[in-house]
C-alpha cells in the first residue's frame, strides 16, 4: 500500500494512522444542528436589494416591447432593468471547450436580448427594498410576445426542421464518434447480440436550499464581494473579473454555509450574473435567492438521454463488445464554462466500465432543444452509462441462462490486471471488481435471498435483485477542463499555521457542502502534526483568505484538498521541530510531535506543549539563536496529474418487491460496496454513499421534470415532482474495500458521487428481475407505476 | 395592501409585540423582522418541512401559517429549543451519527423528531420514517436520522413501557 512512511501521531490511537479511518464527528455540524449557520439567505447587510427576476412564460419567443412604467412606481422599486442595461455590465458568454471537439454554442446573456429560448429565461430583472416589493412590481411588467416555433423532442431537434440558433446551421451542440479496430469482426463473429434501448428522464438537484448570491459592489474601491452559494469560488471569482471588468483581484467570493449543492452550484447561473451586475450598477448589495418554483425552470437539468446499446458475448459467457448509440437534449445554451457537452462524453467514456471486452463503438449527439439548460449534475453521465450497460449485461445472462452474478464474476477485469487501458483510451490504475462482488455476495447473502425469491414467487410474490457493478471518474486532472481552455483549477492548496497557543488553522480551498471536508481535513491536519483533532480549525471557501483551488466537484475534495492538507501538514511538523530543536538546544531527529506535546523520540518523554513552542516562536523569538527564523505558517499544493482522473469502483445490489396489481415498486434493501481508496472517516463516507444512493433511486423511481410539446414545465414544484423521501426509502448496507491510490500519499480517491452512479441501474435490475418471469420489462426512467403496468400489459 | 394587525406572541419564552402585515408568513416574520434564521425556507408551499416550527406545542409550516395566526400563542423556533437545552439529546445523537449533512433542512427535522420524541412512546423504523415523510432532506438517505430518533427513543423511553 506504500503508505506507512506517514508520520501519524494522533492522541489515542495506536495503528499509526492517527485519525485516519476514523469515525471522528465533524465540529461544522454543531452550527448547523443549532440552527445557527450562515446561509447566503440569513446575512444582513446595511442598503441591501433585492433582486426578482421577470422570466419568459413562453419556450421560445421574441421579445416584444417591455413596459415598466407601472412596476417602476409600485412602493420600494429601486430599479428595472432589460437585459441590454444589464448587458452593459456584464458581457455574455459562450459555454464550449476546446477539447471538446466541434462543441458550439451562441452567446448567453444574463438578461435575455430580444429572445427567449426556455420556459423561465429571465428577461427582465426588478430590484426592490424587499423581496416582497419586487416581487409585486415584477406582476406589474407588461411584455408583448411574439412565439416562435418550439422544439422539444430530441429525434425532431437532431432532424433539424426548427433550427433554434440559424446561425449555427442545425441544433447539434456537441457530438463524439468512436470506434476500435476490429469491431465490426468482433460483432460479426459473436455466438449472442442482444440490444435494448433505455430512456433516462430529465431531473434535477432540487438542492433544499435555492440558489442564493449577495454582491456587495464598492464603488470607492472598486471591488466586488460576493456571498455565493457555489461550489467553486475561485472559478466564479474568474469569471466576475471577467464578465463584469473588475480586477480579479478586486473580486472576493466568500461561501459560508452551503445549503447542498451535488453539482448544481457549480455552474454560471444568468440570473446570478445579472444580480452581482446589479449591484455594480447600484452601488449596493443587491441579493437574489431562487425560490423553489423558479429552481425548477432554471437550475440545471441533468440527464434526458435515449440510448440504444448492443453487447456481443461468445456462447460461453465472455463479452466482446459494446456498443452504444446516445442521443441527449441540453436546452437552448450548453452552460458555461463546464459545458453541457461532458454528460454525453462521459457516457461515451464510461458504457462497458467495469468490463474487459477489447472492443467498443459509441456514436453520441447532443443536441439543443428549448427546455431548460441541462449540464453536470451528482455523478455526470455515470447513472446512464452504469444502468445502460447492466441493463443489457442482465439480459445478456438471461439469454445464456447465467447467473447474473456469475455472468458479472466471469466478465468484470481482474483485479490483478492493472494498470488497465479500457478500449474507450480511459485508465484504470488499480481497481477491485471482485474483491467487490465477492463482499456484496456475502453481506447479502446472495444465496439465501435467491431461494427466498423462489419461494415467494410460488405465492405470488415478485420479488427482484439487481446488481450494477460500476467504475467512477474522481480527482480529474487537468485534461478535464483546464486544456480546453476553461479556467478552472485542478489544483487545490492547503494553508497549515501553528497558533500561539498551540492550535492548528488550516486554510483550504476545497469547499463544504455539507459532505465533511472541513471535518476530514482537520483529522488529516491534526494526524499528521500530531495533535488532537479539537485543536484543528479549519476555514474554506474564502477567496480572499484560502490558497487558490478548484472547489468541490468530481469527488475530489479528500483526494486532492486532503493530499494538499497532508503535504503542508509534514512540512508544518518539521518546522515546529525545528523550533522545539532550537528553543531545547537538542537534535532535531531526536524529536517528535505526539500528543500536543514534543517528546523525546526514543522515551517519549514530554519536552515542550505546542502552546510552549507557538509562545516562544511568536513573542519570543529573542531567546532563539540569532540566525533562526520560525516558519510556523506552511502552504502546499498538489495536482493529480499521473492519470486523467483517478478511478474508483464498486457494486451496487437492490431488493425490491413489485406489486403486480398496482404497479408499486416496494424497496426492500440495497448495498453497496465501493472502493474510494484510504478511507479517512468511515462513518462520512458511508452517508455519502448512502444520500448518493437514494439520489439515484430518486431518479429511477420518481424524479422526471416533464415538459409538455409545448416546452412549458408542468411538475415544477415539490408537490408534483417527487424527491425520495423517509417513508419510502429502504435501510442502505454499505461496504468497503480499500485500495489507495498511489498518486498521492494519502491515496483517497473520493465518494462522492458512486452512490449515485449506480443506484438507478441497481434498482432496474431488480425491477425486471422481478418481471422477468412475467415476460415483462422496463427501460424508461423514472419506473413509475404506470410504467410497470404498461410493461405488464395492464394499463 | 397596507393591512397591518397589532400581534403579541411568546416567542421563545420571551413576549414580541410588532405591527405584523396581515400577508406576512410566520416564517418570514421570524427570519426578516426578528432575526431568527435558524429556521429556514426550502418551497415556500408546504412541502418540504424545512420551515417547521412549533405553534403552541403543534409543529406546523412556517410557510403556510400567517404571523398575525400566532397572536396570543407560543412559538418555538430551533434557536430558543437549542438555548433550552430541550433538543439537546436529540441534536447530540443527530451530531454522533452524521444525521445532517448541508444542515438546511436540520432545523425542520429536529422539530420533527422532537414532536416524536415528546410523544414519549416505543415506535419501530417504519413509525419514525412515516413521521418524517414530511421533511425532506437531499443529503442524507434519511437512514442516520431514523437511526438517531431510534436510539433517542430507545433511551427515553421508561422500560415496559410503549
Redesign the interface.
Known amino acids: 500500500m506504500g503508505k506507512a512512511e506517514l508520520p501519524l501521531h494522533a492522541p489515542g490511537t495506536k495503528t499509526g494512522r492517527g485519525y485516519i479511518g476514523q469515525s471522528t464527528?465533524?465540529a461544522n455540524?454543531?452550527?448547523?444542528?443549532?440552527?445557527?449557520?450562515?446561509?447566503v439567505?440569513?446575512l444582513?447587510l446595511p442598503r441591501i436589494a433585492h433582486a426578482v427576476f421577470f422570466r419568459s412564460p413562453h419556450a421560445h419567443a421574441r421579445i416584444g416591447k417591455l413596459d415598466f412604467s407601472t412596476a417602476l412606481k409600485a412602493?420600494g422599486v429601486i430599479g428595472v432593468f432589460d437585459g441590454h442595461a444589464v448587458a452593459e455590465y456584464c458581457k455574455p458568454w459562450v459555454g464550449v471547450l476546446g477539447h471538446l471537439k466541434g462543441i458550439k454554442s451562441p452567446p448567453q446573456h444574463a438578461v435575455a436580448i430580444g429572445r427567449a429560448c426556455w420556459q423561465g429565461e429571465a428577461v427582465a430583472a426588478v430590484v426592490a427594498e424587499t423581496r416582497?416589493q419586487a416581487e409585486?412590481a415584477a406582476d406589474l411588467i407588461e411584455a408583448e410576445w411574439h412565439e416562435l416555433p418550439v422544439v422539444t423532442d430530441m429525434q425532431a431537434a437532431l432532424e433539424g426542421k426548427v433550427v433554434i440558433h440559424p446561425e449555427l446551421g442545425d441544433n447539434i451542440c456537441f457530438q463524439r464518434q468512436f470506434v476500435t479496430e476490429g469491431f465490426d469482426e468482433a460483432f460479426a463473429n459473436a455466438d449472442v447480440v442482444v440490444e435494448e434501448t433505455y430512456d433516462f428522464g430529465r431531473h434535477t438537484?432540487?438542492?433544499?436550499?435555492g440558489r442564493a448570491i449577495l454582491a456587495d459592489y464598492n464603488a470607492a474601491e472598486h471591488t466586488l464581494t460576493v456571498h455565493h452559494a457555489t461550489q467553486a469560488p475561485h472559478m466564479m471569482q474568474d469569471i466576475f473579473s471577467r464578465h463584469l471588468d473588475i480586477p480579479e483581484s478586486n473580486v472576493r467570493v466568500i461561501c459560508r454555509?452551503?445549503?447542498?449543492?451535488?453539482g448544481i452550484k457549480v455552474h454560471v447561473y444568468p440570473d446570478e450574473m445579472a444580480t452581482a451586475a446589479l449591484s455594480v450598477m447600484l452601488r449596493r448589495p443587491v441579493k437574489f435567492v431562487a425560490?423553489?418554483l423558479e429552481s425548477f425552470l432554471t437550475d440545471i437539468h441533468a440527464r434526458e438521454h435515449r440510448v440504444t446499446v448492443r453487447l456481443a458475448c461468445t456462447r460461453d459467457g465472455d463479452i466482446i463488445a459494446f456498443d452504444l448509440d446516445d442521443l441527449t437534449a441540453i436546452g437552448p445554451y450548453s452552460v458555461y464554462p463546464r459545458t453541457s457537452g461532458i454528460e454525453g462524453n462521459q457516457v461515451v467514456n464510461l458504457t462497458g466500465g467495469p468490463y474487459r471486452h477489447k472492443q467498443y463503438r459509441a456514436n453520441m449527439r447532443a443536441v439543443f432543444t428549448n427546455k431548460n439548460v441541462t449540464c453536470q449534475y451528482r455523478a455526470v453521465g455515470h447513472p446512464i452509462a452504469v444502468a445502460l450497460t447492466e441493463g443489457v449485461v442482465d439480459i445478456a445472462a438471461r439469454k445464456l441462462g447465467m447467473d447474473p452474478a456469475e455472468f458479472r464474476r466471469r466478465n468484470l477485469i481482474a483485479d490483478d490486471a492493472y494498470p488497465y487501458t479500457f478500449p474507450s483510451g480511459i485508465k484504470f490504475e488499480k481497481l477491485s471488481h471482485h474483491q467487490c462482488l465477492d463482499k456484496l455476495l456475502a453481506l447479502m447473502d446472495y444465496e439465501r435471498l435467491r431461494a427466498e425469491q423462489a419461494a415467494l414467487r410460488e405465492k405470488g410474490i415478485h420479488r427482484g435483485l439487481g446488481l450494477a457493478a460500476m467504475i467512477e471518474v474522481t480527482n480529474p486532472s487537468p485534461a478535464f477542463y483546464g486544456v480546453g481552455g476553461a479556467r478552472i483549477s485542478a489544483q487545490d492548496g492547503a494553508t497549515l499555521r501553528l497558533d500561539p497557543a498551540g492550535m492548528v488553522n488550516v486554510l483550504c480551498s476545497v469547499t463544504e457542502?455539507?459532505?465533511?471536508t472541513e471535518g476530514i481535513f482537520a483529522q488529516i491536519a491534526a494526524s499528521v502534526v500530531g495533535v488532537s483533532v479539537e485543536r484543528v480549525r479549519v476555514t474554506t471557501g474564502d477567496t480572499g483568505v484560502t490558497p487558490y483551488g478548484g472547489g468541490t466537484w468530481a469527488s475530489r475534495g479528500a483526494g486532492t484538498g486532503g493530499e494538499a492538507v497532508l503535504q503542508a501538514g509534514k512540512i508544518l511538523r518539521s518546522n515546529i521541530l525545528d523550533v522545539a530543536a532550537a528553543m531545547l538546544n537538542e537534535d532535531k531527529a531526536k524529536l517528535d510531535i505526539v500528543n500536543n506535546e514534543v517528546v523525546d523520540k526514543l522515551t517519549g518523554a514530554a519536552k515542550a506543549t505546542l502552546a510552549e513552542i507557538g509562545r516562544v516562536a511568536y513573542f519570543r523569538p529573542d531567546t532563539l539563536p540569532m540566525r533562526f527564523q520560525s516558519e510556523l505558517t506552511v502552504t502546499r499544493h498538489y495536482t493529480p496529474r499521473e492519470y486523467g482522473f483517478t478511478f474508483t469502483n464498486g457494486i451496487q445490489a437492490s431488493w425490491v418487491e413489485v406489486d403486480v396489481e398496482t404497479g408499486f415498486v416496494k424497496l426492500l434493501k440495497h448495498w453497496c460496496v465501493e472502493d474510494c481508496g484510504t478511507i479517512i472517516n468511515p462513518?462520512?463516507v458511508d452517508?455519502q454513499i448512502?444520500?448518493?444512493?437514494?439520489?439515484g433511486i430518486g431518479a429511477a423511481l420518481f424524479e422526471e421534470c416533464l415538459y409538455g410539446e409545448d416546452g412549458q414545465l408542468q411538475n415544477g414544484?415539490?408537490?408534483d415532482y417527487l424527491?425520495?423521501?423517509?417513508?419510502e426509502?429502504p435501510?442502505?448496507v454499505v461496504g468497503h474495500v480499500e485500495t489507495p491510490t498511489l498518486g498521492s500519499e494519502l491515496g483517497a480517491k473520493g465518494a462522492g458521487e458512486a452512490?449515485t452512479a449506480g443506484a438507478s441501474g441497481a434498482v432496474m435490475n431488480a425491477i425486471n428481475d422481478a418481471l422477468a418471469p412475467l415476460g415483462a420489462q422496463v427501460t424508461a426512467m423514472p419506473f413509475t407505476p404506470q410504467r410497470i403496468l404498461e410493461a405488464l400489459g395492464k394499463a | 395592501m397596507d393591512h397591518a394587525l397589532d400581534t403579541t406572541m411568546i416567542l421563545n419564552g420571551a413576549p414580541v409585540s410588532r405591527r405584523i402585515p396581515a400577508r406576512q408568513h410566520l416564517i418570514d416574520f421570524l427570519r426578516d423582522e426578528m432575526g431568527l434564521t435558524g429556521s429556514h425556507l426550502g418551497c415556500e408551499h408546504g412541502v418540504c418541512g424545512t420551515c417547521t416550527v412549533r405553534v403552541d406545542g403543534q409543529i406546523v409550516r412556517g410557510c403556510l401559517t400567517l404571523a398575525v395566526q400566532a397572536n396570543g400563542k407560543r412559538v418555538d423556533t430551533i434557536e430558543g429549543m437549542s438555548d433550552s437545552g430541550e433538543l439537546a439529546v436529540l441534536q447530540q445523537a443527530f451530531h454522533a451519527r452524521n444525521a445532517l449533512q448541508c444542515g438546511f433542512c436540520t432545523p425542520g427535522m429536529l422539530m420533527a423528531a422532537q414532536d416524536l420524541i415528546g410523544q414519549k412512546r416505543k415506535l419501530s423504523r417504519e413509525e419514525i420514517r412515516a413521521h418524517l415523510s414530511g421533511n425532506y432532506c437531499r443529503c442524507t438517505g434519511y437512514q442516520s436520522i431514523v437511526d438517531a430518533i431510534e436510539e433517542v427513543l430507545q433511551t427515553d423511553v421508561p422500560h415496559g413501557q410503549g
Not at chain 1, 457542502?513 to 465533511?516: I, K, R, S, T
Not at chain 1, 448512502?690 to 439520489?695: M, P
Not at chain 1, 424527491?723 to 417513508?727: E, L, S, Y
Request: net charge negative.
Open positions: 464527528p465533524r455540524a454543531k452550527r448547523l444542528l443549532q440552527g445557527r449557520g450562515t446561509f439567505d440569513d444582513r412602493p416582497a409585486d438537484g432540487v438542492c433544499t436550499e454555509d452551503i445549503g447542498g449543492s451535488f425560490d423553489r457542502q455539507g459532505q465533511g462513518m462520512l452517508e448512502r444520500g448518493g444512493v437514494v439520489q414544484n415539490l408537490a424527491v425520495p423521501m423517509a417513508g426509502m435501510d442502505i452512490g
